[in-house]
């Protein structure tokens, strides 16, 4: 590299720890730097393109590949404050924005046109659905969104339709899911897509491995203008990038100035395509060409107490690249661990720290974050926040009652309450597809208007041909039937019923992608949500009867999301989002939700060891995001589709060590479930569930198990009976008043803090005991 002749001092050097600064200065050959969280990675991998500009690098000699645009433009914008204007002439953008870039360039090479079209992810499901209509497939079986997941996870693995029709594995695993021919249709959409000029996300990258792969003079054209290459985020990197990236850097007499920033620790978009493998072979991968690898291990936003939890956690994995994040802010706040006994003290207890931690730290609410596992958690926190007026909003999603599976079903409902809601109507007439299209829709529509009718009325009335007349027919029958039931059946019956009678249910459980889980998840949640609130209003305080009808339901659920536009502006709010969605982000203080087996780690990881090993990253991300405060919750009992059910602590509280923890009251198993053998066969007898604390094995509380409990006739609760209560476990009955259908039973349980609950035994679900 040349050097000016009077370069003015590198000011920007003085910024940097002894480790940073080492890592900027090599400029030359295969560089790891393996960045722990809060170490400064930004401003390294920033002054590292500086530093190499100021040595004497042209900016367009210079590939910076990112994950996100807004991580490139901040990324310019840092450069320039040290560089000037010459910054703008960097090559630094995601993969596929500066890939797409040189694919225009270069598309007739392999036989597109340079104006190529790129399809999202609608128009890619629409052309996959259009092939599966026209090979007259059962679209039940060979579902849209499926098909085209797997198209693109193998496009990621380098497999092409030859490939693919040849792989004996992928064949059988079609098979085994009933689809045989998606091959057929992975072949057809690769074609029409070429046909049409056209490219998916993952052709950006896929074409442009072709391209290299085929035309040596057109990937020599690229090796020569890019001198360095940078990649930042590595651990998130799938097969296809790292491939192209080599293709880049490794040829005869290369010099190899390839630098790669990222953490293993923080891998946590496998089900995305990246791989962890990718950060943990590259310095062998390079070995032989003196790879330098530094590892920053300060970190400069947590305190000692968070960093040593995040340290004792992830040292659990197994394949890593060791390293010792340590922190010199104090040791702070000690982390605090809540045990909740259900979902809906979970959401209250959030928001009760929330309003503590304003009032005694003056926090600002643009200073907290609530993360959780699914999306679905989102709904609780929601509602207490509301109920405190604390604003927020949800990020990286909308908001629980704006997502289009939750509106679906309420639509329904709101329909099924007033059957004069237009917009309810328009939304759910055709959905999920029955057979009245738009032009149905339109007759109805004229028809309503010209006899002043509600659309649900004039659909009655409006002549139809026979299959559209048989469909309208079903949705007016299902519409009507559950009039029928508002009397009889409580909000959540009528609820359970209408979203499996109108056939929701089964058409969210058909998509198996991750994003068709998580449509089930936010369904499921609102039925929970609906049965919660149910129960909740069983518990009265005065003689006052509650309302549990579903009209009154939907009238809190709109109040709910009735939001001010000024908060909707404000950037003053608690943020809300899952943890995938809080990767590179920083709060003072952080509440990690939902700490219990099965939903963190989730259930659908636990087969794998490499599964497990990818939610303990996430939990580590989770812990790291946190500047001063951690606060973690967990639930005893939580409503899951649409049961009570029990629930262990996360094995991952286990593994906090007891030093960096405020309480440790809670159940302290270890990692690997290795209770004393006896200890457990006792639990599972007794219902008693043992507890390590502060060194020393003792019992909790009796937990009431779902599976064993079994109601009693609301003619067996009397005055003096023992009963169990699912929720507050054993309590003793004081008083019984009311008549027939309404008698309220007062009930003393001894464990509460407000041990007096007043439950209507139409309702309430109780275990007479003696």
């Not at 290459?229 to 490794?250: G, H, S």
């Not at 809670?666 to 502060?694: C, M, N, W």
Request: include cysteine.
């Amino acid at each position: 590299m040349s050097h000016s002749s009077a370069p003015r001092p590198p000011h920007y050097l003085d910024e940097l720890n002894d480790v940073q600064r080492a890592a900027v200065k090599a400029t030359e050959g295969p560089v790891l730097v393996v960045a722990g969280p809060g170490s400064g990675k930004t401003r390294v991998l920033t002054y590292r393109i500086a530093h190499l500009i100021e040595q004497g690098a042209a900016p367009w000699e210079i590939l910076a590949l990112t994950f996100t645009n807004k991580a490139a433009r901040e990324m310019k914008e840092r450069i320039e404050k040290v560089v000037g204007p010459r910054a703008t002439r960097i090559w630094a953008g995601t993969f596929h924005s500066l890939f797409a870039r040189i694919l225009r360039v270069e598309a007739e090479h392999i036989g597109y046109p340079s104006n190529f079209t790129i399809y999202d992810s609608d128009d890619s499901k629409s052309l996959v659905g259009q092939i599966i209509r026209e090979m007259s497939l059962d679209k039940n079986v060979y579902q849209a969104n499926a098909i085209k997941n797997r198209i693109s996870s193998a496009k990621s693995s380098l497999i092409t339709p030859k490939v693919y029709e040849k792989n004996e594995e992928l064949l059988a695993q079609d098979k085994q899911a009933k689809m045989p021919l998606v091959h057929r249709i992975y072949t057809t959409y690769v074609a029409r897509c070429k046909q049409a000029g056209a490219m998916d996300f993952d052709d950006l990258l896929f074409r442009l491995y072709e391209l290299f792969q085929n035309h040596p003079e057109v990937v020599d054209k690229y090796r020569k203008k890019f001198r360095y290459v940078l990649v930042d985020e590595f651990q998130d990197t799938n097969t296809l990038q790292y491939a192209i990236v080599k293709r880049l850097v490794m040829y005869p007499n290369s010099p190899r100035n390839i630098c790669v920033v990222g953490d293993d620790a923080q891998s946590i978009y496998a089900f995305r395509g990246a791989t962890i493998q990718n950060i943990l072979d590259f310095e062998q991968d390079f070995a032989e060409f003196g790879i330098q690898t530094f590892k920053l291990e300060q970190n400069y936003r947590s305190t000692e107490n968070i960093v040593s939890a995040a340290n004792a956690v992830i040292s659990h994995n197994r394949r890593q690249i060791q390293k010792k994040i340590w922190s010199d802010r104090g040791d702070g706040q000690k982390i605090k661990v809540i045990r909740c006994v259900d979902d809906n003290e979970e959401g209250r207890r959030v928001a009760d720290t929330i309003l503590e931690q304003k009032n005694r730290y003056h926090l600002q609410n643009g200073e907290i974050a609530i993360l959780y596992r699914t999306n679905a958690q989102s709904r609780i926190f929601e509602e207490r926040l509301r109920h405190h007026g604390i604003p927020y909003r949800v990020y990286g999603g909308l908001s629980f009652y704006q997502r289009k599976e939750v509106k679906d079903l309420v639509a329904y409902l709101r329909l099924v309450v007033n059957p004069n809601d237009e917009e309810a109507f328009r939304r759910v007439i055709n959905y999920p597809k029955r057979g009245i299209g738009q032009t149905s829709v339109g007759k109805v529509i004229d028809l309503a208007r010209q006899q002043s009718l509600s659309l649900f009325e004039a659909l009655k009335h409006t002549a139809l041909p026979n299959r559209t007349r048989h469909a309208a027919d079903g949705f007016i029958d299902l519409i009507e039937k559950s009039r029928a039931k508002i009397d009889k059946a409580d909000a959540f019956e009528l609820a359970d019923f209408i979203a499996k009678r109108s056939g929701l249910v089964d058409n969210l459980r058909k998509d198996v992608s991750i994003e068709g889980m998580g449509r089930q998840e936010n369904l499921q949640s609102l039925l929970d949500g609906i049965q919660s609130f149910v129960e909740e209003d069983t518990l009265i305080d005065t003689d006052t009867l509650p309302d549990k009808s579903l009209a009154t339901y939907l009238q809190n659920i709109a109040l709910l999301t009735d939001f001010d536009n000024e908060n909707e502006n404000s950037t003053d709010v608690v943020t809300m989002m899952s943890v995938h969605a809080a990767k590179g982000l920083e709060y003072r203080s952080v509440f990690v939700a939902g700490l219990e087996e099965k939903l963190f780690p989730s259930w659908m990881s636990m087969d794998t060891m490499d599964g497990l090993d990818e939610e303990r990253r996430l939990f580590y991300v989770a812990i790291t995001r946190a500047k001063e405060f951690l606060t973690i919750t967990y639930a005893n009992t939580r409503y899951r589709f649409g049961k009570m059910t029990m629930n262990e602590p996360s094995r991952f509280l286990a593994e906090i060590p007891a030093n960096a923890v405020e309480n440790t009251s809670y159940s302290r198993r270890s990692a690997d479930h290795e209770f004393d053998p006896l200890a457990r066969q006792r639990a599972r007898v007794t219902g008693i569930t043992p507890v390590r604390s502060k060194g020393t094995a003792r019992f909790a509380k009796p937990v009431v198990d779902p599976a064993s409990f079994k109601p009693s006739p609301i003619d067996e609760i009397e005055v003096g009976r023992k009963v169990l209560h699912l929720k507050f476990g054993e309590g003793k009955v004081t008083k019984v008043d009311g008549g027939a259908d309404n008698r309220i039973a007062t009930i003393h349980f001894s464990d509460l803090a407000q041990p007096e609950k007043r439950i209507m035994l139409r309702f309430a679900k109780l275990q007479v005991l003696d």
